[in-house]
């Protein structure tokens, strides 16, 4: 058998061209029967290694966003649920977003080890705020939010818990709005959800709770303290996030409805720490069990208003 040499590389057609000719001798037979593509339709790989776009009149590539001169590319908010202690109880998608955070805004709760898990080239702002005692006030937050976006830095406000649970996530996303600057929110494990783990138990229980309320002890002054004890029929739980410090008039509003024996009370200060406190009682004892049992906040309160037996 003989065989045939090769032609020099340099004038062997290359794959590409042999599609364009393929394609050539089928736009010449076929002619009106193709359909027209528009014009604007956007490449699926680059122009150079895509001899049918070269045909089709396809740009290059997608045309970049442009920004006017002197004017720089917004940046991007997202509020992160950074859970309610240990650093492994964050989700996988907060920690891409700390991950690749350029400035981060966090709460004063947030666990040191969460913060660690950061680039060390991530600035870290600390925005914390005590009962009476605001480091920073809100409108500063979002200020400064809103400045740092404006910058075109990515940011991560971290906050305890999750951002959509009495953390004044809505302020803060009010403001990003206003300004129009991108954000997402971040989902996080909340602090009832890791109080209730640490009873060994669940937030519903079918057959005793099938209602879960979600109030809180501090509220503005404005406002009053909530209406949480109408909501408090059988079959219900409450729990009361920071209510430590209203433990007088929990007990107080129980003992007036009558329910001072009939609701068992559930107490979880830093749940999911090491130093972790499990605390049970009445509405009677309340305050004296707060007291010896060395339960402080962050704390989680629960009432459990079980169904009457039948």
Known sequence: MKTLPLPPASSRPRPGQKLAGIWSKITDFCGP???RLPQSTPPLWPRSANPL???LGWPDKPARRRHRKGRQQVG?????GAGPGACDLITLRGLRRLQAADVIFYDRLVDPEVLALAPTRAKRIYVGKAPGQHHWTQDKICAALVAVAEQGKRVVRLKCGDPGVFAR???EVDALSAANIPYEIVPGVTAASAASAALGGFLTERGTCDTLVLATGQTQKAAGNANWISQL?????IAIYMGVG???EIAKALTQAGLAQEV???IVSRAEHSDQV???CHAATLQETIRTSGVSNPAIMFLTRPHLPT
Not at 233 to 237: C, D, F, I, N, V
């Open 76 to 80: 991007t908010v997202a509020l992160v």
């Open 246 to 248: 209203a433990a007088a």
């Open 33 to 35: 029967l193709l359909p």
């Open 264 to 266: 068992s009370i559930d």
């Open 169 to 171: 996530g809505t302020e």
């Open 233 to 237: 029929q059988p079959g219900t739980r």
């Open 53 to 55: 776009g070269r045909l």
């Open 278 to 280: 499990v605390a049970h």
